[in-house]
T-cell receptor, first 106, second 112 residues
Framework: KNEVEQSPQNLTAQEGEFITINCSYS?????LHWLQQHPGGGIVSLFM???GKKKHGRLIATINIQEKHSSLHITASHPRDSAVYIC????????FGTGTSLTVIP | DAGVIQSPRHEVTEMGQEVTLRCKPI?????LFWYRQTMMRGLELLIY????????DSGMPEDRFSAKMPNASFSTLKIQPSEPRDSAVYFC??????????FGEGSWLTVV
């Protein structure tokens, strides 16, 4: 049983496209995190949110607590956005989604 | 701030050898986590500490794995004896209660 489900698993987009990655969870949480991992690289926290919406540059994260759903949007995607994006929820421990592998083609 | 510091970054060892991975969390953080990442299973929590005390080690695969946190600025994850199936990236992460989590760059372990 996966406490956190992400979709899609893999995503290929043309540079400039608007991208959405979805995350649904089944446990009670205090916060949700979006993480980014570049190939062969470490893991960086992009957002931590517990309600509403946050924006950082071209990245936007939203969460609907009632529906237990979050989305990560990337506007005007760029090849450097190519990475694995991981949704993690902060319950009594961290639960991780399996990640969405994004490739942005020039 | 230097971030979460892990060592070694890469290690190749022979089956049966002892492996020790090290982590220095961010100063002031009260939680420390050890994760393992593989292609097959993604990120798995092995163990986490709160104020240097192990809270949940249910993710530790078996008795070959052990973790310690002797003080607030240092933790080790030990595998003895190592096996090829232990090959993975091991991440250490830390956080202050209620705040975001910070990951180290990972220790890439290959057991041959």
């Amino acid at each position: 049983k996966n406490e956190v489900e992400q979709s899609p698993q893999n995503l290929t987009a043309q540079e400039g496209e608007f991208i959405t990655i979805n995350c649904s969870y089944s446990v009670g949480i205090s916060a949700l995190h979006w993480l980014q991992q570049h190939p062969g690289g470490g893991i960086v926290s992009l957002f931590m949110l517990s309600s509403g919406k946050k924006k950082h540059g071209r990245l936007i994260a939203t969460i609907n607590i009632q529906e237990k759903h979050s989305s990560l949007h990337i506007t005007a995607s760029h090849p450097r956005d190519s990475a694995v994006y991981i949704c993690a929820v902060d319950g009594n421990q961290f639960y991780f989604g399996t990640g969405t592998s994004l490739t942005v083609i020039p | 701030d230097a971030g979460v510091i892990q060592s070694p970054r890469h290690e190749v060892t022979e089956m049966g050898q002892e492996v020790t991975l090290r982590c220095k969390p961010i100063s002031g953080h009260d939680y420390l986590f050890w994760y393992r990442q593989t292609m097959m299973r993604g990120l798995e929590l092995l163990i986490y500490f709160n104020n240097n005390v192990p809270i949940d080690d249910s993710g530790m695969p078996e008795d070959r794995f052990s973790a310690k946190m002797p003080n607030a600025s240092f933790s080790t994850l030990k595998i003895q004896p190592s096996e090829p199936r232990d090959s993975a990236v091991y991440f250490c992460a830390s956080r202050r209660t209620g705040n975001t989590i910070y990951f180290g760059e990972g220790s890439w372990l290959t057991v041959v």
